[in-house]
């Protein structure tokens, strides 16, 4: 197989892309915002409308030749469909409240850190208190649920016809996995939702083909390979695995922070730090805070390239950025958003936003016990500044993917091997300049006080 057609579903925004497993060249063929509807019964996404852009989507990528459909989307995320394979109930936001509504009565049945390696999250964030919540404010609607999918087997579903279960998905703080044991955890017997989880299939298993509607709707030949999917934190993890020790930082509206083969550490649940699953269906111990989202709040959703003097005047008057705009997540819980040495503007502001993410991942793979070279995929890939920041607090190289999400690569690469070595974007050593070293040792005690 040489050209995948992707289905990248992220929380902010979703693509359809094509990548060339000969070159590694990812093209970015459409683009729409993931916005959430608010009428009905709750906050909710808006499927029949992604599903037009998808066919849209695969319409222009079958048009440019396609061997096979992957798809990588944003976890706490699943569709309950009933026996017709329509919606039975409408796909929840999960930074709605309604989860939280129950909070006692899940927290009376959820497993704990140990068997699943899932902290407990606010809102939907646990995809098991979202689907307690579902099945206790909307009983008639769950009794007629044939299907809980994970959101990229959902695709993979509406493409082939074929429901299943995914580990990648299932392993991303859902307390409805046990990574240790691969297997579901014992909340799934406990509620008695056996029956709504189809069977378990790899990342990287064919399905079936399209079905012939969707060949019809898209001009891809009727047999397409339809592959399973993967969780698009992992789904970066993807070309870096078996390349340990590293860190992988997968940036976007989230900075998922992954060690692979790191020094072993015991694992902080109340500092937002779980256990993921890789591709392979390996655990992962993994950091992460709402690091793009942060930035844009910051910057007032202006992305701005800092100059030298705003680095140097930031980094002189140790102008900082304190944690957390969303102090239920991240590294630093309860504690709240601050400036120290003024409050600055423009390129100055963004150069101390970028210092405050790239502090932050460094605080999280001293969480997860990360070691060796640090990978930079996604948003923060090409952020220089951020990645200079990040090698000095860290003390290790930094590799940048460059502005591309690793995740529709990783997709990819699940249908099979690039045929050629690609190098990172930019790689940047510490700074050794007391200017940058004290401001990382600033900006830890200013924290710790």
Avoid at 37 to 56: C, I, Q
Avoid at 118 to 144: D, Y
Wanted: proline share 7%.
């Amino acid at each position: 197989m040489r050209r995948i057609a992707v289905l990248d579903i992220g929380k902010t925004n979703a693509k359809v892309l094509v990548v060339d497993l000969a070159t590694g060249a990812e093209e970015v063929l459409a683009r729409t915002p993931n916005a959430v509807v608010r009428n009905g019964p709750y906050p909710h996404h808006d499927l029949e409308m992604l599903w037009g852009f998808v066919l849209s989507g695969l319409r222009a990528a079958a048009g440019r030749g396609v061997d096979a459909v992957s798809m990588t989307t944003h976890g706490a995320a699943c569709v309950l469909v009933d026996g017709d394979g329509g919606l039975a109930l409408p796909m929840l936001d999960y930074e709605h409240d309604g989860p939280d509504r129950l909070a006692a009565e899940y927290d009376a049945v959820r497993p704990g850190f140990a068997e699943t390696g899932s902290p407990r999250l606010p809102v939907g964030l646990n995809l098991g208190a979202q689907v307690f919540w579902l099945s206790r404010a909307f009983p008639a609607e769950f009794a007629r649920v044939r299907h809980v999918l994970t959101l990229p087997q959902y695709w993979a579903f509406r493409l082939s016809g074929v429901a299943a279960s995914e580990a990648t998905s299932l392993g991303c703080h859902t307390d409805l996995w046990n990574p240790w044991e691969g297997r579901f955890s014992s909340l799934v017997s406990r509620m008695g939702w056996q029956r709504v989880f189809p069977p378990v299939r790899k990342a990287a298993e064919v399905l079936g083909p399209v079905l012939p509607s969707v060949a019809a709707a898209t001009g891809l030949a009727p047999g397409t390979p339809v592959l399973c999917g993967i969780h698009d934190s992992n789904a970066s993890l993807v070309p870096h695995l078996g390349k340990a020790p590293c860190g992988v930082l997968s940036t976007g509206t989230w900075m998922i922070v992954m060690a692979l083969g790191g020094r072993a550490v015991e694992l902080d649940a109340a500092r937002d730090v779980l256990v993921n699953v890789n591709a392979r269906g390996e655990p992962v111990p993994t950091a992460r805070f709402m690091g793009g989202r942060e930035m844009e709040e910051i910057m007032g959703g202006r992305i701005l390239e800092p100059s030298p003097e705003d680095l140097r005047a930031v980094l002189e008057g140790r102008v900082m950025a304190l944690p957390s705009l969303h102090p239920d997540t991240g590294p630093f819980p309860g504690k709240r958003f601050g400036w120290i040495g003024g409050e600055p503007e423009g390129g100055a502001r963004m150069a101390a936003a970028s210092f405050y993410a790239a502090l932050m991942g460094a605080e999280c793979l001293d969480l997860v016990g990360a070691e060796g070279p640090v990978i930079v995929e996604g948003a923060f890939g090409g952020n220089l500044p951020f990645l200079r920041m990040l090698a000095t607090a860290t003390g290790r190289v930094v590799k940048g993917s460059g502005q591309g999400a690793g995740t529709g690569l990783g997709a990819a690469l699940l249908a099979g091997p690039l045929a050629v070595k690609t190098a990172p974007v930019v790689e940047v050593q510490p700074e050794r300049e007391a200017l940058w070293t004290g401001y990382v040792s600033a900006w830890r005690e200013a924290v710790g006080q």
